[in-house]
């Protein structure tokens, strides 16, 4: 009953992976043919940047920081990979210089 609606049974002598591996390899293709024509992922990334330091115990003036370094690196327009590198290194040494400079 359960290979007639898709699923295996555990004694199936099918070997399902192949398949498995093939529409996970494509639903990869699928999501980065579409993270290519996102021109808002920047936004995104500096969204989550600013949700992290908003979250933080640093209150509003972090979350200022980490909102307008965020909006640096989206204004770049850089690519997906970039603002992730630059989102996670640089942006989060230059909030706490910039908030070190604000105290």
Not at 49 to 59: E, M, N, Y
């Amino acid at each position: 009953m359960c290979s007639a609606i898709g699923w295996p049974a555990r004694n199936n002598s099918i070997d399902h992976r192949p398949a498995a591996l093939e529409l996970a390899m494509e639903r990869a293709r699928l999501r980065h043919h579409e993270d290519e024509r996102r021109p808002f992922r920047a936004e995104m990334e500096a969204a989550r940047i600013a949700r992290c330091a908003a979250q933080s115990r640093l209150g509003k003036p972090a979350h200022r920081a980490a909102q307008q370094v965020a909006a640096e690196i989206a204004a770049r327009g850089a690519r997906k990979d970039v603002v992730a590198e630059e989102a996670e290194r640089p942006a989060r040494a230059e909030l706490v210089a910039r908030l070190r400079g604000q105290r």
